[in-house]
């Protein structure tokens, strides 16, 4: 059964950084591409932030340049470190991987970035 736990969104204020965690468990972590996605209040939910089992990487345009995405194969984790945050960038962030075809989605964290 596959499993994801995002941890350490918080209330942060405008400049500052975070670093956001996903926990995966019930899959070959180190082949999976990995994905950040957020949806903000009233939006979408959108893509932020890939990196796949090579460690290949790759960004939204607006976040590009700030966050940074790294994976950590012995403990089968991903990270998502925030920097120079906006208060645009407030939303519940996912982690998500596609597994057998299916898409699988942590709970979310909050990240809230104040002006």
């Known amino acids: 059964q596959v499993h994801l736990r995002e941890s350490g969104g918080d209330l942060v204020q405008a400049g500052g950084s975070l670093r956001l965690s996903c926990a995966a468990s019930?899959?070959?972590?180190?082949?999976?591409?990995m994905n950040w996605h957020r949806q903000a209040p009233g939006k979408q939910r959108e893509l932020v932030a890939t990196i796949d089992s090579s460690g290949k990487t790759n960004y939204t345009d607006v976040v590009a340049g700030r966050f940074t995405v790294s994976r950590d194969n012995v403990w089968n984790r991903m990270y998502l470190q925030m920097n120079s945050l906006k208060p645009e960038d407030t939303a519940v962030y996912y982690c998500n991987t596609k597994h057998r075809g299916s898409n699988f989605w942590g709970q979310g964290t909050q990240v809230t970035v104040s002006s």
């Open positions: 019930g899959i070959n972590f180190k082949i999976y591409t």
